[in-house]
């Protein structure tokens, strides 16, 4: 009699199972989106509802933006944010409008750049710019929810309830956040569109009432004139101050990667190709314009009446108005009930502002770090990063306290990089099309952004300390990816030329023996000499047939490509299939199982032993994609086919 099986015994393998399938399962919802495009025609959204998308993000600042230009500027806070909105509206609108025609899916400006460099420059030029992304991106994470958490506890009706509870309120909104994308982001548009909606409403009948009060209110206006006046003398000298304190209101810029993040999204015309998506690249450049057009319409006005009506104590950290100085308004002239609901609104959208974020990563990321072999495969799906970018965000709100003031220069700092790498990516984009205007007129703005991030940059180190963290982290994290990925077979797929499959159609027929050969003089005596050398080294017959197999590295830099296959005869005698790939020792591997898959016979594969120190030789294969190439081509073999009588062999003499 079976001893009885103890309950539930069975079902951890298949619990781990399911929790494995689970977390594996898909990649970037976004991705999702991207991938259902046809050929042909672009089935989307349509241009305003994928801008509220975009917008929890961009508009979510109003949140919090009064108050730092408060901050920033003093009284001098409406004129540095129309500097502001200057350089929004001549400066990063037109340079994202020409990102979006340049980069129709969804890459940004940093695919632009990464096309200008080429090998291990190009890839550590392209980590630092997405250690700068996910500073922007994680930051607003953050700063986002902390700012949440401030509406929240700050609420009269529960304030005696949370005070002093701001840290464990922004991490809960942070999990939520966490948990909405592990169960799946879909349709967060429909969400948006609600969320940015109820949210510009309340905030105009906000405006509205503002200016409603300062024109009843006639002394508010010539009080504020006559202190300017007395702190700064002249128009040309507060002009000049609003131009030093700008860079400190760089926050107001936030939203266009995103917004070109989310172009996938947009609905094109019928005849759009994946090539020539035009009809979704005019919706993108309509979805830029007008939200920076709401948006300026907004920082102005909301600036102004916050200047004018609420005092310079409640702004400071600590003060009623500090990190909510629209909220501030809507409580002191509309009552707690209507306060409330603007809260709530607020703290819906600064919270949703997160996934907007959160769904740039997930969008970004998976394009880059998988593709250099920089990531674990595990890396193209949803779940996984998203307890990976929750911890880091878990992580940075426990760093700065859930304090909304002190991320804002790390938030500053990322967002200045990527618009400043945006500028110049478009000045060089018109000047290879010949444009001499437009790139004329895109290096003024690059110069004006580079200022502005060097400025910040010095005022705020912080920000570039949080930025530098966060790149070395993703260098350090994306190099032990790619070591410990380096005998992965790296190879997509093995496409054979007519004369290589007919070389491999008539060895099969015998014993499939191909020489490994550095292709040097590439004479009529090296090839005879390499092939004597082999057949006395290994004791070949001469009537045993013998290919040579000859790989060129193209750019060790890369990971995973496909790997095509020449067949030549060189000086009418000697056969030879050329490869170009990464990596000589996983290409030749990658050659060797697809001639044992299409012939069903094992290759034999002959070397010579290479000279030199054995570590140097495995850092010019990490590095330069080649080194000992026999005993790694042998160990990417046998990682690739555990069995070993199927395996081929590698002999090395």
């Not at 993040?261 to 690249?281: F, L």
């Not at 618009?419 to 001499?436: K, L, M």
Request: proline share 5%.
């Amino acid at each position: 009699m079976a001893a009885p099986t103890p309950a539930g015994a069975g079902s951890g393998p298949t619990a781990r199972h399911r929790l494995r399938t689970w977390m594996l399962q898909g990649v970037a919802d976004m991705g999702k989106h991207q991938r259902a495009v046809p050929e042909t025609g672009h089935h989307g959204q349509r241009w305003w509802r994928v801008m509220c998308l975009t917008g929890v993000d961009y508009f979510s600042t109003l949140g919090y933006q009064p108050g730092i230009a408060a901050l920033a500027a003093g009284l001098l806070s409406p004129v540095a944010t129309l500097v502001l909105v200057l350089v929004t509206l001549a400066g990063a609108l037109p340079v994202y409008r020409r990102v979006a025609t340049e980069s129709p899916h969804g890459q940004g400006s940093i695919a632009m750049l990464e096309r200008l460099l080429s090998f291990w420059k190009g890839k550590l030029f392209v980590l630092t710019l997405l250690g700068f992304a996910a500073t922007d991106f994680l930051i607003t994470i953050t700063l986002s929810a902390a700012d949440a958490a401030t509406h929240l506890v700050e609420n009269p009706h529960v304030h005696s309830a949370l005070q002093g509870r701001q840290m464990v309120v922004t991490l809960i909104l942070v999990a939520l956040l966490g948990a909405v994308f592990l169960k799946g982001f879909l349709e967060a548009i429909g969400v948006a569109v609600v969320l940015v909606g109820t949210y510009l409403v309340l905030n105009a009948v906000v405006a509205a009432v503002g200016i409603w009060h300062v024109v009843t209110t006639g002394h508010v206006v010539t009080d504020w004139t006559r202190a300017l006046t007395v702190q700064h003398g002249s128009i040309p000298a507060m002009i000049a101050v609003a131009l030093i304190v700008f860079p400190k209101l760089a926050l107001g810029l936030s939203g266009f990667e995103t917004g070109v993040a989310v172009m996938p999204h947009i609905e094109g015309d019928p005849e759009d190709t994946e090539k020539r998506p035009t009809g979704r690249i005019r919706g993108a450049k309509k979805l830029l314009t007008t939200a920076a057009v709401i948006m300026s319409v907004f920082l102005i006005i909301t600036s102004f009446v916050t200047t004018l009506l609420i005092p310079a104590a409640a702004f400071r950290p600590g003060g009623p108005a500090n990190g909510r100085a629209l909220a501030y308004l809507a409580h002191a002239y509309l009552g707690s009930v209507f306060g409330t609901v603007y809260d709530v609104s607020t703290i819906a959208i600064l919270w949703f502002a997160g996934a907007s974020a959160m769904a740039g990563l997930l969008n970004l990321m998976p394009q880059y770090l998988p593709r250099y072999g920089m990531a674990p495969h595990w890396a193209r799906a949803v779940r996984p990063m998203v307890l990976v970018f929750t911890a880091v965000a878990f992580l940075v709100t426990w760093i700065f306290d859930a304090n909304v003031d002190a991320q804002g220069s790390a938030y500053a700092t990322g967002v200045l990089v990527l618009i400043s790498s945006a500028a110049i990516a478009v000045t060089i984009a018109a000047r290879r099309a010949e444009q001499r205007g437009w790139a004329i007129g895109f290096a003024v703005i690059a110069v004006v952004f580079l200022y502005t991030t060097v400025t910040n940059v010095i005022e705020r180190p912080d920000g570039v300390k949080i930025g530098a963290c966060f790149i070395a982290g993703i260098i350090l994290l994306s190099f032990g990816s790619r070591l410990a990925r380096a005998f992965e077979l790296r190879v997509s797929e093995v496409i054979l030329d007519d004369t290589a499959a007919r070389f491999v159609r008539d060895i099969a027929q015998r014993r499939i023996r191909f020489i490994a050969n550095e292709p040097d003089r590439r004479d009529y005596a090296e090839y005879r000499d390499k092939a004597q050398q082999i057949r006395a080294d290994n004791d070949i017959p001469p009537e045993d047939d013998l290919v040579f197999v000859e790989v060129t590295i193209k750019d060790p830099s890369e990971f995973e490509s496909e790997l095509h296959v020449r067949g030549y005869v060189m000086h009418d005698r000697y056969r030879v299939l050329c490869l170009e790939s990464a990596a000589v020792s996983n290409a030749l591997a990658a050659l060797l199982l697809h001639v044992r898959d299409t012939t069903r016979q094992r290759p034999h594969i002959y070397f010579e032993w290479t000279e030199g120190n054995p570590f140097a030789q495995f850092l010019r294969f990490f590095l330069f994609g080649q080194g000992e190439v026999a005993p790694v081509t042998r160990e990417v073999l046998r990682e690739a086919e555990p069995d070993r009588s199927r395996r081929p062999r590698v002999h090395v003499g």
